[in-house]
């Protein structure tokens, strides 16, 4: 199994008011092709700290971190910030949607500036193309001109993810995905996550809720900047054997002291 990411004794210290917080201690992660890893943990543990620092968002204090085989503190700035907008992709809670813009230039725009930086073999056409794909297959098509206020959280959250998809990354980061969407959205954005999944990008996803959790690969349960442990659950076939999944993981996650 190729590795996509792979993090070593990563530690990240904030320093507030001259009083030091180690935020993580020396975590060590591998996420291999295709896999769909969720973070789980106490509130204030770390888990979206991880996420930013091992896709290059925020900088490491010390340790490493190698994605896509290139270790991040080889690159610059600007580097990282291209690989970002090339090979990975954002989803976020808090969906960080530009409000001047339509649903549809909100998604187009990163594929827009992957072009102005790389000036790679696509044109605006095929940018344009792909948009329009994306929100077929996620079934917002018809919200394309809409002003991002006159269309619902679970609309918007698929908004977010052809956004994210926008560049055919090969990892999405998703942080608490479904954490603002009613439970019939946030299963429809899951159901769209799982699929992308299945075609081969690699997720890594922070949530509190376990049900979602219950439908990746594998979940890891941090506690105080560590990784206390992990639970394999498998790939995850639409409508098979969830309830189980829930249940192994409650009685998991209850172990670890949830
Ligand atoms: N930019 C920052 N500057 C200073 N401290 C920060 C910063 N970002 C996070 N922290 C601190 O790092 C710790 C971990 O925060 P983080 O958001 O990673 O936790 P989390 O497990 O994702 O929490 P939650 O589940 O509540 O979202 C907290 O103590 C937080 O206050």
Not at 13 to 37: A, C, D, M, P
Request: charged content about 20%; aromatic content about 6%; glycine content about 8%.
């Amino acid at each position: 199994m190729i590795a996509v990411l792979e993090a070593t004794n990563l530690c990240k210290t904030y320093i507030v008011n001259k009083s030091q917080n180690n935020v993580l201690r020396n975590v060590n992660l591998t996420l291999h092709e295709g896999e769909f890893v969720s973070v789980m943990g106490p509130s204030g543990s770390g888990k979206s700290t991880l996420l930013y620092t091992v896709s290059g968002m925020d900088r490491l204090t010390a340790g490493e971190v190698v994605f896509d085989q290139k270790s991040l503190s080889g690159l610059s700035e600007k580097e990282v910030s291209d690989l970002r907008l090339r090979k990975m992709g954002f989803i976020f809670q808090q969906m960080h949607m530009l409000g001047n813009l339509s649903v549809y230039d909100n998604i187009i725009l990163s594929g827009y500036e992957a072009l102005k930086r790389n000036g790679n073999s696509r044109s605006r056409s095929d940018v344009n193309q792909q948009a329009d794909k994306l929100m077929r297959k996620l079934g917002i098509i018809e919200t394309a001109g809409h002003d991002i206020t006159e269309v619902s959280g679970g609309q918007l959250q698929r908004a977010c993810i052809c956004r994210a998809l926008i560049n055919d990354p090969i990892m999405l980061f998703a942080d608490e995905p479904t954490g603002a969407l009613n439970s019939k959205a946030a299963q429809e954005v899951l159901a769209e996550l799982c699929r992308i999944n299945r075609e081969g990008t690699t997720i890594m996803m922070v949530t509190h809720d376990m049900k979602v959790a219950a439908q990746s690969d594998k979940v890891l349960y941090m506690v105080d900047g560590t990784i206390q442990g992990q639970h394999i659950l498998g790939k995850y076939s639409e409508g098979q054997g969830l309830k189980e999944r829930e249940q192994s993981l409650t009685k998991w996650l209850m172990e670890m002291g949830w």
